[in-house]
């Protein structure tokens, strides 16, 4: 069993940056791959960035490429997105999410979910 607990969200302006923070109890922590996944209102929740389980492969949505970078620390057990040049269309509520057989880009084949953090981009 994994809890997930997103932190770092808020109201920033275009151009600027937000980091945040998952937080995952249970030892098993570094045996999950990590995925940020976003649900802006009206849409469906939508792949963002993953991280393999040792951090040495990652994988990013066209739309944030260059922009956001995700990573992980095991031995702080959390694992963190940094959203540089933020624009009004990243506005979302942002979900981290834990699985146990690798990398996935499915909001399906994740195992255990984040409440969320709401971002807010203003123009």
């Known amino acids: 069993q994994v809890q997930l607990v997103e932190s770092g969200g808020g109201l920033v302006q275009a151009g600027g940056s937000l980091r945040l923070s998952c937080a995952a109890s249970?030892?098993?922590?570094?045996?999950?791959?990590m995925g940020w996944f976003r649900q802006a209102p009206g849409k469906e929740r939508e792949f963002v960035a993953a991280i393999s389980w040792g951090g040495g492969s990652t994988y990013y949505a066209d739309s944030v490429k260059g922009r956001f970078t995700i990573s992980r620390d095991n031995a702080k057990n959390t694992v963190y997105l940094q959203m540089n040049s933020l624009k009004p269309e990243d506005t979302a509520v942002y979900y981290c999410a834990a699985h146990a057989s690798g990398v996935a880009y499915y909001t399906t084949d994740y195992d255990y979910w984040g409440q969320g953090t709401q971002v807010t981009v203003s123009s």
């Open positions: 249970g030892r098993t922590f570094s045996t999950y791959a």
